[in-house]
């Protein structure tokens, strides 16, 4: 019996010190995954394609790849710029739907300050919380207006604020829209006599961050028209080589492979860093 247990007690030890060998995964990196795919989303959501997660918007790309790759093949007969091209196409729909939710991120920018100004003139008016976010989707900003409908029928049917509050953070994917809502939610659970203030200062800070914005982005964008042309011209050139196959038989050897790899990576890593230097910092959402 000892004997038996001491063997099981040598090869417990044993597995335990083969298991050392094999680090669990790193949960950092696993958030950092996360909130990765997590943004995606609420850029998908911010430009408007509410039917599409991040998987779709990814096989959209992997579609685009294969297409571009096959059809371009056919026309140049020369793989090394099918999949230069090929790439590009993947990457395009990505860069639509970033650009697309800047868009809307700057325009909802605009109009938030005006939003918590309509909250504050209905609750100082003797308007419930729910009804005063209820009637942004008849008077309030434009852009608004159908989140907050949206946010009115689910009231309706369920009855239920929080609830409510949680889809309309979800729909508007926006972390000005975290902010109002966990403010809101706050004072109608445990009751908040300073709502009014809190809503006027915020009104205020947030008009002060979007006239500041505008200036800014005013004055960079130049910087980022001029990555983007400096990143476009090689490749327009390159496509319109490829109306003449000969041309580009030079990209058929193992050289001109060489260069396009290089001018892609230099392309890239030119871009990148141009943008970085002149983007403005982005406000991420900590209150989902």
């Known amino acids: 019996m000892t004997g ?8 417990l030890g044993l597995a335990c010190i083969w ?3 094999w680090p669990a995964a790193d949960p950092v990196r696993k958030a950092r995954h996360h909130a990765l795919l997590a943004q995606l989303d609420d850029d ?16 959209v790309c992997a579609i685009a790849v294969v297409i571009v790759a096959v059809l371009g093949l ?3 007969r020369v793989p090394a710029v099918s999949i230069a091209f090929a790439g590009m196409a993947g990457w395009a729909p990505l860069a639509v739907v970033r650009a697309r939710a800047r868009s809307r991120r700057s325009r909802l920018r605009e109009v938030w300050p005006d939003a918590v100004d309509h909250i504050s003139s209905g609750v100082r008016a003797g308007l419930s919380l729910p009804e005063a976010l209820i009637q942004l989707g008849d008077r309030g900003p434009e852009e608004l207006r159908e989140a907050f409908l949206a ?3 689910d009231y309706r049917a369920s009855g239920r604020f929080t609830d409510s509050l949680d889809q309309l953070k979800e729909r508007m994917a926006d972390p000005v829209a975290d902010r109002l809502v966990e403010a809101l939610r706050l004072a109608r659970e445990v009751g908040g006599s300073d709502l009014g203030k809190v809503l006027r200062t915020l009104s205020t800070f947030l008009r002060e961050d979007a006239r500041s914005r505008a200036e800014l982005e005013a004055r960079q ?7 983007r042309l400096a990143m476009c011209a090689p490749w327009i050139v390159l496509l319109l080589m490829a109306t003449r196959g000969t041309a580009l ?23 990148q860093a141009m943008v970085r230097i002149g983007r403005l910092p982005v406000e991420h959402r900590v209150l989902r």
């Open 151 to 153: 946010f009115g029928h």
């Open 221 to 227: 964008s130049w910087t980022v028209n001029a990555a």
């Open 249 to 271: 038989q030079a990209y058929r050897e193992p050289t001109g492979v060489v260069i396009l790899i290089i001018g892609g990576v230099l392309s890239i890593v030119a871009y």
């Open 4 to 11: 038996s247990f001491l063997g099981l007690v040598l090869g």
């Open 19 to 21: 298991w050392s060998f």
């Open 74 to 76: 056919a026309v140049t």
């Open 44 to 59: 998908i959501r911010l430009a408007g394609l509410r039917s599409l997660r991040w998987s779709g918007l990814l096989a």
